[in-house]
């Protein structure tokens, strides 16, 4: 139904440009005319859709029987290049109505007499008024295709990657079930051995051995309840090679024993993570550990710089490293994925309520990541920007259809502006005075009424049969109105011949029905 309304619409807009000579309004052949082209209309807008060529031949055929139907041969030109219509066959029938119409037009004026050059006239407007509007059209179509493709691809690949930072994120989260594995064990390990220890203490009653060794019993179930839940979720074969509890002053000198340049300072030489709950000591040891693991694996060779300060709030760790030609700046874990280390730490640290960055900076590699102190719930995680860049883009994208529309729409209007001026001022200034008329005599010197004469000729004629010219003699035009638009407009001529004026003639004009007044 929506479809059935919008076709109507478009029917009464498009018959509405069709009665553009408004001189002959009156005439009432014309209006017949026009009430026939406005039925030609309908069948085009109604078929456009599924015969989007025959539409144009429709419209365009309505050139050859009067040059003033060209609105529904824009409109319609304009439609189809914003359909989906394949362009060759569509170039090819503006070839064949800028031959078909002209050839066609010719003829009738052969026939029955008239203008030969709205033959011309006709070519020139299969060229603006059909393929130039087909072309903005085809331009606008092309451009939401590629738009709608682009970010179509644009969004799976974001699927992608979205896909790929959630496993990393989840591999974190599994390595954090690792050292809580390891961490947990190792205490309820030592639990379990402190109760055996009171369990065989000779010291102590029946009752407090009998509570120990529940309490080793206890301790042993919970550990094997603890390796059952998380020890499945560890990816490695064995335990870790680095101690799980290593802190991070160990950490550095066993990297710098391993052989990397290493400056990490600390300042006011207090301990490195000191004060921090469990899960944050962790987040800032993974920090550096994965830092300088990125540092070995992708700019092997240059040195490391870190920087550990601390306030009563938070920790802040910084680790940079130049960036090494030909090598890319991204953090992996060996997990086959590049940036996905990077993209754990990320996780991590937000897990603890943290802030954590990495990338570029004046040609390092700089990683950073703030802890706080105290526990805090996870920080919001991070969204794609791809929503704003889409949405941006869009705006662009609906900026640019603007400027596509209001430019050519601006240029034509400052086209036909020029041409109305022109207009005005040949009207205007080529009207010879009715004192003057009685001023010019036959025989009188050339030179001498070419000065009483209007500087512009009028270059519209009545289209009738002229008095006959001179023999030899020159002949020029002069407007007697200076109406912009009369519905009959006479015109003075001045024929010279052998230096003097040779006839004098007031050529009527002919009014809407063709009629000479």
């Known amino acids: 139904m929506r479809r059935v309304a919008g076709d109507v619409l478009l029917w009464l807009l498009l018959s509405a440009l069709l009665p553009m000579n408004g001189e002959r309004i009156s005439d009432g052949s014309y209006v017949n005319g026009l009430i026939v082209a406005s039925v030609v209309v309908a069948v085009a807008v109604g078929v456009r859709r599924v015969a989007p060529l025959a539409a144009l031949v429709l419209t365009g055929g309505l050139l050859a029987a009067d040059v003033w139907l ?24 503006f070839v064949a109505l800028g031959v078909a119409t002209p050839l066609l037009t010719l003829a009738r004026t052969v026939l029955t007499g008239g203008d030969r050059w709205y033959a011309y006239y006709l070519i020139a407007e299969v060229v603006f008024c059909g ?20 970010w179509a691809l644009a969004e799976e690949l974001e699927r992608g990657q979205a896909l790929i930072a959630e496993k990393a994120r989840l591999r974190e989260r599994t390595r954090i079930a690792e050292d809580m594995h390891d961490a947990l064990g190792h205490e309820l390990s030592l639990l379990a051995l402190r109760a055996g220890a009171l369990e065989l203490d000779p010291t102590l009653g029946s009752s407090q051995r009998a509570a120990a060794a529940e309490l080793r019993v ?8 603890l390796r059952a839940v998380i020890g499945v979720l560890r990816t490695d074969a064995a335990a870790p090679l680095e101690p799980v509890e290593e802190s991070l002053g160990a950490l550095v000198d066993r990297v710098r024993r391993a052989g990397l340049v290493l400056h990490f300072d600390i300042d006011e030489g207090q301990a490195a993570n000191s004060g921090l709950p469990p899960l944050a000591d962790r987040a800032v040891y993974r920090v550096v550990q994965e830092a300088l693991t990125n540092a070995t694996k992708h700019a092997p060779g240059t040195p490391v710089t870190g920087h550990l300060t601390q306030d009563t709030d938070s920790v802040t760790v910084i680790l940079s490293n130049p960036l090494a030609e030909g090598r890319t700046p991204a953090g992996g874990d060996g997990g086959g994925s590049v940036g996905s280390g990077l993209v754990g730490l990320a996780e991590r640290v937000r897990l603890v309520g943290g802030t954590f960055s990495a ?28 929503a704003g860049r889409l949405k941006t883009a869009r705006q662009r994208t609906r900026r640019g259809l603007v400027l596509t529309v209001v430019v050519p729409v601006l240029a034509g209007v400052l086209l036909v502006g020029a041409v109305l001026a022109a207009y005005v001022v040949e009207t205007t200034a080529s009207v010879i005075d009715p004192w003057d008329q009685l001023r010019i005599h036959l025989g009188q010197p050339e030179d001498e009424a070419r000065d009483i004469l209007p500087t512009l000729q009028v270059t519209e004629r009545p289209d009738v049969v002229e008095p006959p010219r001179p023999p030899g003699g020159e002949c020029v035009y002069y407007n007697v109105s200076g109406k912009l638009f009369p519905p009959v407009r006479d015109v003075y001529r001045v024929c ?22």
């Open 70 to 93: 060209f609105g529904p041969f824009v409109g319609l030109s304009f439609l189809v290049g914003r359909s989906a219509a394949r362009p060759r066959p569509t170039l090819w029938t």
């Open 496 to 517: 010279f011949a052998d230096g003097v004026v040779a006839a004098i003639d007031l050529i009527p004009g002919t009014n809407a029905r063709g009629n000479a007044r």
């Open 218 to 225: 206890g301790a042993a179930d919970a550990t094997e309840r």
């Open 131 to 150: 393929v130039f509007p087909w072309l903005v059209g085809r331009y606008l179509w092309q451009r939401r295709e590629l738009a709608v493709g682009g």
């Open 359 to 386: 990338g570029e900076h004046d040609g390092e590699f700089r990683v950073r990541a703030t802890v706080p102190r105290e526990a805090v719930g996870p920080a919001p995680a991070g969204v794609t920007e791809s």
